[in-house]
């Protein structure tokens, strides 16, 4: 759904074809630009989400990982690096900053 702040119907709509760059990387950390073709700049995966970062750093989410561990069964000081969560950063943000 789009809306256009004057209320006025758009005279037309352009669909872009995806931009076909992935990271390289393999397993989880295997990201795709989720932008268009041509697009200018970096790739989607190179900036980081504000929404993503703000609610991963906030006191709230710490205490709720901790729960999930906790029912889960997981000790967060001596879980090895393929169970452990691990926050996105930048490198491996899914989406756009215009999203």
């Known amino acids: 759904m789009a809306r256009w702040s004057d209320g006025q119907v758009p005279d037309g709509l352009d669909v872009l074809a995806d931009c076909p760059a992935d990271n390289g ?32 750093h906030s006191p709230a989410y710490e ?24 926050p996105r950063t930048a490198a491996s ?3 756009s900053p215009t999203e």
């Not at 073709?37 to 929404?51: A, L």
């Open 93 to 95: 943000a899914h989406r």
């Open 25 to 56: 990387l393999q397993g989880p950390d295997h990201d795709i630009c989720t932008l268009y073709t041509g697009h200018p700049g970096g790739h989607s995966w190179e900036f980081p989400d504000p929404e993503y970062e703000a609610i991963v």
């Open 63 to 86: 205490r709720l990982q901790a729960e999930v561990d906790r029912y889960l069964g997981r000790d967060r000081n001596t879980t090895d690096d393929r169970t452990a969560p691990t």
